[in-house]
């Protein structure tokens, strides 16, 4: 599947880390500002095919670009579960039909920022590996494994059944993320941006966790959240960041 990424530092780290892969760089006519212009350098030097496109056209592809969009034809490959079970600690998100393709995003940038392993997504009912997380994501797409699934409580099972256990944010969680002895394997479950976890999802969690909050209070945006709780998993168990390529 064509991965479609804009934005100035997604396209930069797809550059930097698969440019063998980019099947077509889209860049906007007239002058080119630095960015640009180091990428249609790049481009050239790496002989990659460019092409020099409207305005208007990049705009009908995708709404928010900064002048410059890939087109990618791989992406990194998520890891056997072998790879996993013989990881010393690892932490991976499950992303249980998140609809806001920013929120996706920002988790996968705070994911690569905090040496996550890996990001599960819903095919069903989620905003799925879209050019708008792409460009919220800001590169992270090119560090982190990604598997979109069906059936989340499926994939939830095997990683169970290798090691893994299985933590799902909840408001109404009687148990703290800092209150938590987190093991050395944890899937971290973000539910829905309207309804949280789904009754399928929740049957395969071991424990709810939450964040503390004032009384009477908005719930946490699912982005915030789930980096809060990715947070508090590293910093307490004391993970060791580790970057995938």
Request: glycine residues 6%; positive net charge; hydrophobic residues 40%.
């Amino acid at each position: 599947m064509t991965r479609v990424i804009p934005g100035i530092h997604s396209v930069r780290e797809v550059l930097r880390m698969r440019p063998d892969k980019i099947s077509e760089l889209w860049i906007r006519e007239g002058t080119l500002h630095d960015d640009l212009n180091e990428f249609h350098e790049k481009a050239r030097q790496a002989h990659l095919k460019v092409n020099r496109v409207s305005q208007k056209r990049l705009d009908q592809e995708v709404e928010s670009h900064q002048g410059v969009i890939a087109f990618v034809s791989e992406s990194p490959k998520w890891p056997s579960t072998s790879v996993l079970k013989n990881e010393k600690k690892s932490l991976i998100f499950a992303l249980d039909c998140l609809e806001d393709p920013h929120n996706v995003g920002s988790l996968m940038r705070s994911g690569w920022g905090l040496g996550i392993h890996g990001v599960l997504l819903t095919k069903d009912r989620s905003a799925g590996i879209s050019a708008a997380a792409h460009k919220v994501a800001s590169g992270a797409f090119e560090h982190i494994p990604v598997l979109e699934t069906p059936n989340l409580h499926a994939e939830l099972k095997t990683l169970k059944e290798i090691g893994y256990w299985v933590y799902g944010m909840a408001a109404d969680a009687i148990q703290f993320l800092a209150q938590t002895k987190w093991p050395s394997h944890v899937v971290l479950v973000v539910g829905a941006e309207a309804t949280g976890l789904r009754k399928s999802t929740l049957s395969a969690c071991d424990a709810l966790v939450k964040i503390p909050q004032m009384p009477q209070s908005h719930s946490y945006n699912a982005a915030i959240a789930g980096a809060v709780g990715a947070y508090e998993v590293m910093r307490l168990a004391e993970f060791k960041s580790t970057q995938r390529s």
